[in-house]
C-alpha cells in the first residue's frame, strides 16, 4: 500500500511538472494572449467612441503583450467570473486592477504589483458633509464583491508585503451595494442623499467620474486604505507567472507603469 502511495504522490508530481509552463508554450507557439478585464471601468477599462476597449488596463495588457512578441484579445467576464479562478484556459492572465486578498490567493496566482489605488469617500457636490467623521450613520455605496465592500463590513485582508495596515472608524447607517464601480455614482449624481449619502471607492475613479462631469467631490482627510494591484493568472503555473512578473519588474525599472498612470490619471500610481 505504502509503495502505492508513493507511486501515485510521484505521477502526481510528474503531471504538476509537466503542466508548468504550458500557458507560456501555448502563449508563444499560438502568438495570442488572451486576456480578461472590465468592460466599464474608467479609467481602468472601457468601451471608447469607436466601441473598442480603452484605458489604463487595457494598455498594459497591450504592453505585456508586445514584450511577449505576441497579439492580445480581450473578454469582459463578470467581475466574480474572473477573480474567482478555475478558467479552465478561457484566458491567460486577467489584468483588471485586481487587488490580492487571502480568499483570491487559493485560487489565483499573483504575477506582480503594477500600481497603487488609495481609496476616498465621494459625496455629491452640494452635500453639507466636510469632514469623514460626518459619514457615521450615513449610507454608504460601494461595488459588490470588491475591496471597498470588504473595508465597510471590516473584512479586508490584503495578502501583499509592506501592506500599511487598515483602520476601520466608519460606522456606516445602512451599506448599499451596487453590481458594478459606476452604478453608485449614478445613483450619487442624483442629489445629496437622494439615494446615497456617499461612495467608498479608488480615488483613480473617483476622480475620473469628476472628469467625466459627475457633480461629486471627494471628502477631505486621510485615504480610508491604499491597496496594491495585480496582474492575475489561473493558479498551477509558476513559469507563467515568474515570467509576467519578470515583464512587470521591467515595465516598473524603466518608466513604463510611471508613464501610464501618470497618463490615466494625471498622477504617479506605481510606486
Do not use: C
Amino acid at each position: 500500500m505504502k509503495a502505492l502511495l508513493l507511486a501515485a504522490a510521484s505521477a502526481l508530481a510528474l503531471t504538476a511538472a509537466a503542466q508548468a509552463g504550458d500557458t507560456l508554450d501555448r502563449v508563444t507557439s499560438t502568438g495570442a494572449l488572451k486576456v480578461a478585464t472590465n468592460a466599464s471601468w474608467p479609467p481602468q477599462s472601457f468601451l471608447d467612441e469607436n466601441n473598442e476597449l480603452a484605458g489604463f488596463d487595457i494598455d498594459v495588457a497591450n504592453e505585456i503583450a508586445k514584450r511577449l512578441g505576441v497579439t492580445v484579445s480581450f473578454d469582459t467576464p463578470e467581475w466574480g467570473v474572473m477573480t474567482g479562478g478555475h478558467w479552465s484556459g478561457r484566458w491567460d492572465l486577467a489584468v483588471g486592477s485586481i487587488t490580492p486578498t487571502k480568499p483570491r490567493s487559493e485560487v489565483l496566482d499573483f504575477a506582480g504589483i503594477y500600481y497603487y489605488t488609495p481609496y476616498v469617500f465621494a459625496v455629491h457636490q452640494d452635500s453639507t458633509i466636510a469632514d469623514q467623521k460626518d459619514l457615521n450613520g450615513k449610507r454608504i455605496g460601494v461595488e459588490t464583491g470588491t475591496t471597498s465592500e470588504d473595508y465597510i463590513n471590516r473584512s479586508l485582508v490584503i495578502d501583499a508585503p509592506d501592506t500599511p495596515a487598515i483602520t476601520y472608524w466608519l460606522e456606516p447607517g445602512e451599506v448599499k451595494t451596487y453590481a458594478s464601480s459606476l452604478l453608485p455614482f449614478d445613483d450619487l449624481r442624483l442629489g445629496d442623499g437622494v439615494r446615497v449619502d456617499a461612495v467608498l471607492s479608488g480615488e483613480q475613479t473617483v476622480l475620473g467620474a469628476i472628469k467625466n462631469g459627475y457633480p461629486i467631490k471627494a471628502v477631505p482627510g486621510d485615504y480610508a486604505f491604499q491597496e496594491p494591484l495585480v496582474v492575475v493568472a489561473d493558479k498551477g503555473d509558476p513559469e507563467w507567472t515568474a515570467k509576467v512578473n519578470g515583464i512587470i519588474a521591467e515595465m516598473k525599472a524603466d518608466g513604463t507603469l510611471s508613464a501610464l498612470t501618470t497618463k490615466w490619471y494625471g498622477k504617479d500610481y506605481s510606486k
